[in-house]
């Protein structure tokens, strides 16, 4: 049978008057997932009001963190920049180390130089001290101007060069002197505070060249002491050693 308009408006105005009958209408007419949905509705709105407060707490969280983040690189760049600090003082005392070290290499140079020549000066003074002898007498250092006087005389004849003039009168001292069995002998010293190698070179070298101008000429070296590579060397090329005023002759065993 038709459900007429009226009818309807009955229903309605029932229902109104049995506010009651009005659930048992909503389970008769809707299907349990209709009438679920107003519950499925609140909790939807609760898990999205849970879930907004999770976010705020991740945005919380997450500004915290940026906070931290902030801190850290203000840290990170304050450490940066006292590095950096550090660096340029470290610099800057390496560089002062460095200025301090040439120096005192200055110094020390400067040192060993006065050195060397207070011991020429005074090798040159008291020649007849440290050379003279029983086995070399009449000891007398040669001036450089009267050296080089007689190299000029040698380079005159043809026997001498004038390298080989200038390799001589670079000498630290030209001795002259007498030994009991030969005629005059000229030494021609190497002084150094401690004599090494290259001195021994360097007399045994130019007395040789000296040997082209006069008759007898002997390489010698002098200083506070010998290093053992030089002595042996001195020995094997017959060169005479000076040490601390004691004098050992390539040609006799005994010191003078």
Known sequence: M???VTEFHDLVGILEAHPEWQQELRRLVLTGELLALPEIVRDLAQAQQRTEQRLDELAQAQQRTEQRLERLEETVQALAEAQQRTEERLQSLIESVQILTRRVEGLTDDVGTLKEIALEQK???NAPAYFGGPT???VRALPTYEVANLLEDAIERGDLTWEERQDILNADLVVRGQPP???ETHLV???SWGVGASDVTRASRRAKQ???????AMPAVAGKFIIPEAESMAEQMKVAQATDGRIIWPDSPTDS
């Open 210 to 216: 000296l040997m082209k101008v006069v008759k007898h």
């Open 189 to 191: 010293v190497e002084i």
């Open 2 to 4: 038709a459900f007429t």
């Open 136 to 138: 070399f007498r009449r």
């Open 123 to 125: 090798y040159r003074e």
């Open 181 to 183: 069995d030969r005629e």
